[in-house]
């Protein structure tokens, strides 16, 4: 029998999460799944393509209460891909399922051309994204989908950072008239949004927390160490913001903008590669308009990703409540 998972939060961290009386919810990936079915449940015309993924993407039960509006390619992504862009065509709501490490880099040609290109409103979900499946490695290891898809024309990019984010997705996802990514991980999620007044736009990032010294900007699993790390840092006297940038594309220029005009430094968090991630559509958005506060990225570097439970590796590269706050506070110039 394989040894548990370690935690995502140390003692420190679990103890502020609880401070802080956030909710414990449920995997994006369930949320997204019961979220799918019902709107399918709603729209019979609503059809979820998937690659040997159904179980990995939490779609047994809609298969077996919509088994006419499933369809099964097994492991050929660029089929998934093909079907799921001629079904959008031929006026179905089509959404594509299938691990993000596969469905963006096996499938590239197909999202840039049968779906992007030809401009039909399929969405594509990739789901156990970065470094969600851990020890696996890099062949499994999705640090790369942001860079590619951003680099293509015609594509909404959505990373949600809790349940709320998850279902508002969707539901934009499924009215969606152009081609939408969504991009979940595997990981249980605190909910991070009040749910009284919530509003979720695409393209329009949520503020999480206000501050003026040092704006954190993330999105997707990090989010919720991103707040921590500003909870951390308030015990010190520095007052931190926390955007939840869930939209990468188009990006939300106004919140980006604020956060360098209003605070002293701005830290990017993903979990991703730093090479074309959102670390740097912030910088290119903040240098463009003349602003240069202090600034880091952080994610994964370019180099050979070390091999690691989903924990391990967040705290390897800095991802995490302490390694936050310390890349904070060295960039103030506290340290």
């Known amino acids: 029998m394989s040894a548990p998972a370690p935690s995502m939060f140390t003692p420190a961290a679990a103890a502020m999460l609880q401070e802080l009386g956030l909710k414990k919810g449920r995997a994006n990936l369930e949320e997204f799944a019961d979220t ?54 031929c006026g179905k709501k089509a959404f594509g399922v299938s ?51 951003r680099a293509i024309n015609n594509i909404t990019i959505i990373v949600p950072a ?39 736009e695409a393209g329009k990032a949520c503020l999480v927390r206000e501050g003026t010294d040092v704006a954190f900007i993330a999105n997707g699993e990090t989010v919720v160490h991103a707040l921590l790390a500003a909870e951390h840092l308030a015990a010190t006297g520095v007052s931190a913001r926390v955007l939840s940038l869930h939209t990468v594309k188009p990006l939300d220029t106004a919140a980006v903008l ?52 989903q924990a391990d590796l967040f705290r390897h590269y800095g991802i995490s409540m302490e390694g936050l706050a310390a890349t904070a506070t060295a960039l103030l110039g506290l340290s």
């Open 258 to 309: 604020s956060a360098g005009r209003e605070c002293r430094a701005v830290i990017t968090v993903e979990e991703h590669m730093v090479a074309g991630g959102v670390g740097e559509a912030v910088a290119s958005t903040l240098l463009q308009a003349g602003l240069a506060p202090r600034f880091k990225m952080v994610g994964f570097p370019d180099e050979d990703t070390v091999t690691g439970a």
């Open 162 to 200: 809790d349940n709320f984010e998850t279902r508002e997705a969707i539901r934009f996802a499924a009215k969606a008239t152009r081609p939408v990514f969504v991009r979940f991980g595997k990981a249980a999620m605190y909910d991070l949004t009040p749910a009284a007044g919530s509003v979720f």
């Open 36 to 89: 799918l079915q019902a709107l399918a449940t709603a729209d019979r015309n609503l059809v979820a393509v998937t690659s040997d993924s159904r179980g990995s993407g939490k779609l047994a039960p809609f298969g077996k209460a919509l088994p006419k509006q499933i369809v099964e390619v097994g492991i050929a992504e660029q089929n998934l891909v093909g079907i799921t862009a001629g079904l959008a065509a």
């Open 99 to 149: 691990p993000s490490c596969f469905l963006t880099a096996r499938s590239l040609e197909q999202i840039k051309n049968d779906v992007c290109y030809s401009n039909v409103p399929a969405v594509l979900v990739g789901i156990s994204s970065g470094v969600s499946y851990g020890a696996l490695g890099s062949t499994h290891h999705s640090l790369h989908d942001l860079a590619v898809l």
